[in-house]
């Protein structure tokens, strides 16, 4: 029978070792999240990286390992510490990700870190043909692993392969900036079907094959001499039921039932009650906007200060790739960007911004999602950006703002949030008034039309139609040829 593998560089958990002991965490970002839920309901096989060093794992765990994946129907492959800071910190996270988001000025082009990814690559591709066969489903995700579509697509001339970018596409313009464009492109067009969150960074990839492989190109069908490739955006949604539950389920907790750190944010709501809480969450990426939109809460409370000790902002920022530099530059201009303005404008009764720099458990992330009045995100780009939505789905009853930068691919099928250019700071400190004293009734008609989308086009149907696509561009692409 055949089977759908997916194949990211994460697993949906994180394994750490720790006084001889293996533990499991779940792992944070969009691509683990979203399909999470989509694998766990299948009965195929998820391939990736488990997040130890292969240095720092004995190797009479490897069995405990390989047991305790292969419960979550998942399998490993290795990463030793050189092809971590070379494929994952180096190319990953020094080259394509900055340079897909952008930022030209962080992206490092070393000709050490594309012969790494290519090996890694490598051994991603050998993991599936060693636990695949030709019949099976390839469902290839994400930056990481841009080569494996075609290095399977060699050995395997006839097999099903999908892949999913989950980040942006940049404009031809700066893709066709990278030493290694044309390989890059290549690897990707050994797939069946290319799919983006937004029609944008589809076009975006069009234009790049058209002008740097010189391909013939018709609407969105790439065609090579013996197949044909089918380009789409399958814009990703949030397993709703999920998160609507989980907030369903805490407002019904008794006292004695509720969280530490919910029983922390009750405690703020009774001692102030005309406080409002605006909450940002992400993981600590320069590309999320973190900094300019400390700047940008500083320019708002100057701009209206009557809304000084009214307004309180909670930044939850999750730490990431903390061996990248720009990371570590990051997290410095946070802290004391967070530290001058709390001590410049905190009072005996009121902090500005409280900040934390951690992950928190998932039950956390509700309690911080439902006892908000406003989510405000403000991504500099962002492929998809999912806290959007699921701050949505958790607003069991209907009220909440949600104001969202432009640069987000989410922001495209949520026209009912306020809509900000994160680089605007007078747009922004008026939107934050204009959330401030929005009716009730008019959060709720906004985010019923935002509910009632996220709902029905959920993470489910987003990874079912994607399979459908990829069946049906097979079968037509092989009618092409055939006929
Ligand atoms: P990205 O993929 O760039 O990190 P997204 O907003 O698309 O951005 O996805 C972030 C995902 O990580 C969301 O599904 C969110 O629920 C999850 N997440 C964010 N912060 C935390 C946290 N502190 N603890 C656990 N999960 C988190
Ligand atoms: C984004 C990327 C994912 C990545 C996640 C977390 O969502 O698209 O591929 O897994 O960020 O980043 P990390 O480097 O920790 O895997």
């Given at each position: 029978?055949?089977?759908?593998?997916i194949?990211?560089?994460?697993?949906?958990?994180q394994?750490?070792?720790?006084e001889g002991?293996?533990?499991?965490?779940?792992?944070v970002?969009?691509l683990?999240?979203?399909l999470?839920?989509?694998?766990?309901?299948g009965?195929?096989?998820?391939?990736?990286?488990t997040g130890?060093m292969?240095?720092?794992t004995?190797?009479?765990?490897?069995?405990?390992?390989?047991?305790?994946l292969a419960?979550?129907n998942?399998?490993?492959?290795n990463l030793?510490?050189s092809?971590i800071?070379?494929?994952?910190f180096?190319?990953?996270?020094r080259?394509?990700?900055p340079?897909?988001?952008y930022?030209?000025?962080?992206?490092?082009?070393e000709?050490?870190?594309?012969?790494?990814y290519?090996s890694?690559?490598?051994?991603?591709?050998?993991?599936i043909?060693?636990?695949?066969?030709?019949?099976?489903t390839i469902?290839?995700?994400?930056?990481?692993l841009?080569?494996?579509?075609?290095?399977?697509?060699?050995?395997?001339?006839?097999a099903n392969?999908?892949?999913?970018l989950?980040?942006?596409?940049?404009?031809?313009?700066?893709?066709?900036?990278?030493?290694?464009?044309?390989?890059?492109?290549?690897?990707?067009l050994?797939?069946?079907l290319i799919?983006?969150?937004?029609?944008d960074?589809?076009?975006h990839f069009?234009?790049?094959?058209?002008r740097?492989?010189?391909l013939?190109?018709?609407?969105n069908?790439?065609?090579?001499?013996?197949?044909?490739?089918?380009?789409?955006?399958?814009?990703?949604?949030?397993?709703y039921?999920?998160?609507?539950?989980?907030?369903k389920?805490?407002a019904a907790?008794?006292?004695?039932?509720?969280?530490?750190f919910?029983?922390?944010?009750?405690?703020?709501?009774?001692?102030?009650?005309?406080?409002k809480?605006?909450?940002s969450?992400?993981?600590l990426?320069?590309?999320?906007?973190?900094?300019?939109?400390?700047?940008?809460?500083e320019?708002?409370?100057?701009?209206?200060?009557q809304?000084k000790?009214?307004?309180?902002?909670?930044?939850?920022?999750?730490?990431?790739?903390?061996?990248?530099p720009q990371?570590q530059?990051?997290?410095?201009?946070?802290?004391?960007?967070?530290?001058?303005?709390n001590g410049?404008?905190?009072?005996?009764n009121?902090?500005?911004?409280?900040?934390f720099?951690?992950?928190?458990?998932?039950?956390?992330?509700?309690?911080?999602?439902t006892?908000s009045?406003?989510?405000w995100?403000?991504?500099?780009?962002?492929g998809?950006n999912?806290?959007?939505?699921e701050?949505i789905a958790t607003?069991?009853?209907?009220?909440?703002?949600l104001?969202?930068s432009?640069?987000?691919?989410?922001?495209?099928?949520?026209?009912?949030?306020?809509?900000?250019?994160?680089?605007?700071?007078?747009?922004q400190?008026?939107?934050?008034?204009k959330?401030?004293?929005?009716?009730?009734?008019?959060?709720?008609?906004?985010?019923?039309?935002l509910?009632?989308r996220?709902k029905?086009y959920?993470?489910e149907?987003?990874?079912?139609?994607f399979m459908?696509?990829?069946l049906?561009?097979?079968?037509?692409s092989?009618?092409?040829?055939v006929s």
């Open positions: 029978m055949s089977k759908t593998i194949i990211s560089n994460r697993l949906p958990v394994l750490k070792i720790s002991k293996l533990t499991a965490e779940p792992s970002g969009g683990a999240t979203g999470k839920s989509v694998h766990r309901d009965d195929g096989l998820w391939i990736g990286w130890l292969e240095e720092d004995p190797e009479e765990m490897e069995p405990e390992i390989d047991k305790a419960k979550l998942c399998a490993k492959v030793n510490i092809e800071e070379g494929y994952y180096g190319f990953s996270n080259t394509i990700w340079l897909y988001h930022f030209l000025e962080y992206t490092e082009f000709l050490k870190f594309w012969e790494s290519k890694v690559n490598q051994k991603f591709a050998d993991a043909l060693a636990n695949a066969n030709e019949e099976d469902w290839v995700h994400d930056y990481q841009m080569l494996v579509p075609q290095m399977i697509r060699e050995v395997w001339p006839n392969i999908g892949f999913f989950h980040i942006p596409f940049p404009s031809y313009e700066i893709f066709r900036t990278m030493p290694w464009r044309e390989e890059v492109l290549e690897g990707l050994g797939s069946d799919g983006f969150h937004t029609y960074y589809e076009r069009l234009s790049s094959v058209r740097l492989l010189n013939d190109v018709s609407f069908d790439i065609y090579l001499e013996n197949r044909v490739i089918k380009v789409d955006s399958f814009p990703m949604g949030i397993d039921q999920k998160f609507e539950n989980a907030a389920e805490n907790n008794s006292e004695a039932e509720k969280s530490d919910q029983k922390k944010l009750d405690e703020h709501k009774k001692s102030a009650p005309d406080t809480l605006i909450i969450i992400d993981r990426d320069y590309s999320k906007g973190i900094a300019k939109r400390i700047n940008a809460f320019y708002f409370l100057n701009k209206y200060p809304f000790e009214k307004v309180r902002l909670i930044i939850l920022a999750v730490p990431s790739r903390s061996n990248v990371y530059l990051l997290k410095k201009e946070i802290d004391e960007l967070v530290g001058r303005i410049e404008l905190s009072t005996v009121w902090t500005p911004i409280w900040y720099y951690r992950s928190l458990p998932f039950e956390n992330l509700i309690d911080l999602y006892s009045d406003i989510a995100l403000t991504p500099l780009r962002d998809m999912l806290v959007a939505k701050y607003r069991t009853d209907k009220t909440g703002v104001i969202l432009e640069m987000a691919g989410s922001a495209y099928e949520m026209n009912e949030a306020l809509l900000i250019n994160p680089n605007n700071f007078e747009q400190a008026d939107t934050l008034k959330a401030i004293e929005m009716p009730k009734e008019q959060q709720m008609a906004r985010n019923m039309f509910q009632n996220l029905r959920t993470v149907i987003w990874a079912n139609e459908q696509a990829l049906a561009q097979k079968e037509g092989l009618a092409t040829f």
